[in-house]
């Protein structure tokens, strides 16, 4: 078995045809997975969380996953995770103390359980856990509180320093999700590079599933969709950067419609203030808590994806574009080239009249479109399920062997 990052895993075709099983990577193992935020958080975190679990119990079901959550998870949208065979939850005697059961107690819990590795699956470990004698893994998503502290509380910043310093310190090995967040681990913390390895992540299985023109017409009636629209998904905030967006639009065409889908915060209100100022309203049409299982179908029926962040851990929406079909463009200066591919258009966030270029090019010339589509579909089978299960398991044992 060649470790993870040589090509028999790098490849995309061999690894489609590649018939792995537990064995091919060892023993089979008892993994312990931190599971608050894949019980209870439903954005970027629990999406992870959940995406993680779920993938491992799939590829490597030999395995015990012993999830520790400090409540039961969300029936409605983790409650799936309980019915895997492989997959049990672990909760704390006193829900009540369910915080610090999770930063201090939870390590008697693991000796009980006898399990061979804990992975922390959003940015933390235990304290105290080295003493155990238990090995750990941490994923690290993004340093972006301390790149851009004005984004952050001054409290919410101490406490992200002191668990995500402790954590990358005292793990055995450390995920970083791009390559991005692994420069950022080295400078911050000053880790040494030999204790990280980037693995990606996958977005939702649905985002890769094919839709009926009959449930593409349905949705577009049930949100009053326009014909024609640029889309934007993720939370309205000052760091997301709508307004690149909303500015770029008075340069395009008038029959170009721009949907914006996400939690708004008090920046949403910036924007739309805007929006009314240079008689854009009728243009921009902002939506909330939309369903999972209908986000396909909106991406689907979109001109083009546009994702204006001024800096991301990775840009898993980007993936769910590409899954979908559309060209993408995105920001340059952090890790979105990572997530869009080089088929991708990027643009300074600074820059409204580039954007707004790069939306025409694409508009005009159905053939460069037709070729972003095609590449950004097979650049996105790099993220496969199976790939960074087989990754995941090939560091857990290397972890495993190494204790």
């Given at each position: ?35 608050k935020?894949?019980a ?42 309980k ?7 672990r ?130 009636e ?42 708004e ?15 854009l ?86 053939t ?36």
């Open positions: 078995m060649k470790a993870a990052g040589s090509n028999e895993f790098e490849n995309t075709e061999s690894l489609k045809s590649a018939d792995f099983k537990l064995s091919d990577f060892g023993d089979s193992m008892t993994i312990g997975f931190d599971g935020r894949a209870q958080n439903f954005t970027g975190l629990g999406n992870y969380s959940r995406y993680i679990i779920e993938i491992m119990a799939k590829y490597f079901p030999g395995n015990k996953y012993m999830v520790y959550s400090p409540r039961e998870p969300d029936q409605r949208r983790a409650g799936y995770l019915d895997l065979p492989s997959v049990s939850f909760h704390p005697r006193n829900s009540s103390f369910g915080s610090l059961w999770r930063t201090f107690g939870i390590t008697r819990d693991f000796k009980d359980d006898d399990i061979d590795i804990y992975h922390g699956l959003s940015n933390e470990i235990p304290f105290g856990i080295k003493r155990s004698g238990i090995s750990t893994v941490v994923t690290i998503h993004d340093l972006i509180f301390l790149r851009y502290p004005h984004y952050y509380p001054w409290l919410d910043r101490q406490l992200y320093e002191l668990k995500f310093k402790y954590a990358c310190r005292h793990a055995d090995q450390i995920i970083a999700i791009s390559e991005q967040t692994k420069k950022d681990i080295i400078t911050f913390f000053k880790i040494p590079e030999t204790r990280i390895e980037v693995i990606y992540q996958n977005c939702h299985e649905i985002f890769r599933q094919d839709v009926s023109k009959e449930y593409l017409q349905k949705l577009k049930k949100y009053y969709l326009p014909d024609r629209y640029l889309l934007s998904v993720g939370t309205i905030e000052l760091r997301k950067n709508l307004m690149l967006i909303v500015k770029a639009l008075k340069h395009v065409q008038s029959d170009v419609h721009l949907v914006v889908i996400g939690k915060t008090a920046y949403a209100k910036i924007v739309k203030r805007y929006i009314e100022e240079n008689d309203s009728n243009r921009v049409h902002f939506y909330k808590n939309v369903p999972l299982q209908d986000l396909p179908a909106i991406y689907r029926q979109a001109e083009i994806f546009v994702y204006p962040s001024r800096f991301e851990g990775f840009g898993i929406p980007i993936i769910e574009a590409l899954h979908c079909r559309i060209p993408v463009i995105a920001t340059s200066g952090s890790c979105l080239e990572e997530a869009g591919g080089p088929q991708s258009l990027y643009v300074n966030p600074d820059d409204d009249l580039a954007l707004s270029e790069a939306i025409k090019v694409i508009l005009r010339d159905s460069n479109r037709e070729k972003m589509v095609t590449e950004g579909t097979e650049y996105a089978k790099l993220f496969a399920d199976k790939l960074i299960a087989a990754k995941l398991m090939d560091l857990y044992q290397r972890i495993k062997q190494n204790a």
